[in-house]
Structures are given as C-alpha cells and as structure tokens.
C-alpha cells in the first residue's frame, strides 16, 4: 500500500515512474543586423539623389538671380512686364482656386456620401488632367475658341475673346488643377463615413447644416492642403497656358511664360528673378504642407479618440 502523502509518478514517467528528460530552451530569434555599410550607403545616394535634383537648381536659381546684385534683383521684379505677369498670375489663381475648392468639395461629398448612376465617370473625368498633357489640353481649347475654331466665329461676332486673352489662360489653369482639392477630399470623407451627420440627422439638422456644422469642419485640413497643391500648381502652370497666351508681353503672359521670354532673350537676371518668386512659393508651400499633414493627422487622432 502506498504510503499516504507520496508524490505520484509522473504523467507519462512509464512504469518505473522515471521523470522526463527537460525540453531543449527555445533559442529567441536574433533580428538579422543591417550592415553599417549598406545603411549609410543607401542614405548617401539619397541625399545626393536630392541635392542634385532639387538642393542644387534651387541654389544655382537664386545665386542667378542676386548675380548682379540687390538693386538689379529689385529692378527686374519691378519691371513693367514682369508686374504685370505677377498680377495675372495671382489673378488667374484667385479666380481658378475657389471655383476648383467648390467643385472639388461638391464632387468629394457626391462621391464619397451617395451611390448614383454614372459615379465611376465622375471619377475617371477628375482623374482626366493627370493622364492627358497641359499642352494638348491647351490645344483643345485653341481649337474650340479660336479664331478658326469651333466657337471661335460665333463668340468673336459677340465680341468675346477667349483664347490669346485672359478668359483662355483661366480656362487652360481650371482644367489642369480640377483634381487636387477632389482628389485630396475623398478618400478623407470615404474614410470618416456617414455616422457623424447620420446622427446630425436624427437630431433635427437640416442638409446645409449638417455640411456646414459637421462635413465641412471634419475635412477642414484636408480641404486647406488641397488648395494649398491647387493654388501652386495654378502658379506654375505652364503648357497650357503658353498654348492659349499667344505670349502678348505685358498683357497675357504668366510668370512661367515671362521667364521663358527673358531667358529666350538672354536676361538671365531678370529671368532668374522671376523664377525665384515661384521657388519661394514651392518652399512656402512645403512649410505649409508640413504643417497642414501634422495638423490633419492630430485632426483624425482626436476623431478616432471620440
């Protein structure tokens, strides 16, 4: 009889109750170091990579044009032609940006809110000024408004210009930044669904109360960096505009195309002055891209926290 108080023998111990031999320890598994070499390699190449391509050209524009001094710096931005490129530019971004902000708003809150026929078109159409050339696009509009175009007779009879004056240059710059507010908006409304204003609803809120109270303050970052990409590219247009200018000095010339003319003309000076308005304007708006992505992201932390 056993003795009362032994221990038992252990599961599996067999007969003899011999104990277990101890299973080998697990080895933790060691993560692969990266060679020091390979890391600071990739990491050169990088930096280089962007030193040439943007660090370098952007020194190399504004050495040019501080070449001759302060005082010639100064003078060619306050050149007559240069001063009136500025305010057409500036007037034609203040004129595209808010109709593309409206749109785009419209467009995302269709898109992302509503199920309807002809929804795919809508967004193949937005996503039409990314795969066809601003010159083309130019091109279009010139054969469409010119004197030999389509509409070009019946509104000239009017009295209306449209292409070589100022109503082509906002025609050709609307149709090359109609994405960037659209496309920054809906995958941002996709992504904070329908429950706030569903719930707006059932409170008693109207449509336009449930947009201005709700929708609009929950993609308030996403709609300012949307006009922040559109605003710069409306600066910077190029190819269609040229198409569409008819390169009139003083009076249908961008910046882009008055830097082209004095570079043609070998005013390096005046040129490069004019081109290092828009490089400030490309390092103002990273700044403000920068600061509108870290607020976006704080924007959807507190949404997901409540």
Known sequence: MAERGAAPPAAGGGAQGAPRAPAPARRRASPVAEPRALKWGLTAVAVLVLGVLLLLPLAVVFFQALSGGVGAYVASLLDPEARSAIRLTLLVAAIAVPLNAVFGVAAAW?????????????????????????????????????????????????GL??????????????????????????????????EDEEAALT????????????????????????????????????GAASVVSGHIRGQTNTIPLQVEVLYNEYNWVAAFALAS???????????????????????????VVR
Request: a positive charge; charged letters at 15%.
């Open 161 to 194: 210009q449209v292409v070589f004056a100022v109503p082509g240059i906002v025609l050709a710059t609307l149709f090359v930044t109609v994405p960037f507010v659209a496309r920054e908006l809906i995958p941002l409304m996709q992504e904070l669904g329908n």
């Open 203 to 238: 409170l008693g809120a109207r449509g336009w109360q449930v947009f201005s109270l709700v929708t609009l303050p929950n993609v308030r970052w996403g709609l300012l960096y949307g006009v922040l990409l559109c605003n710069a590219r409306a600066m910077g247009e190029f």
């Open 110 to 158: 269709a898109v992302a809110k509503f199920e309807f026929r002809g929804k795919s078109l809508l967004v193949t159409l937005i996503d039409l000024p990314f795969s066809v050339s601003p010159v083309i696009a130019g091109m279009v509009y010139l054969l469409l408004f010119g004197a030999q175009g389509f509409l070009g007779p019946f509104l000239q009879s009017r």
């Open 277 to 303: 308005l828009l490089a400030l304007l490309s390092l103002v708006t990273l700044v403000i891209k920068a600061v509108l992505e870290r607020r976006d992201v704080l924007s959807k932390a507190g949404h």
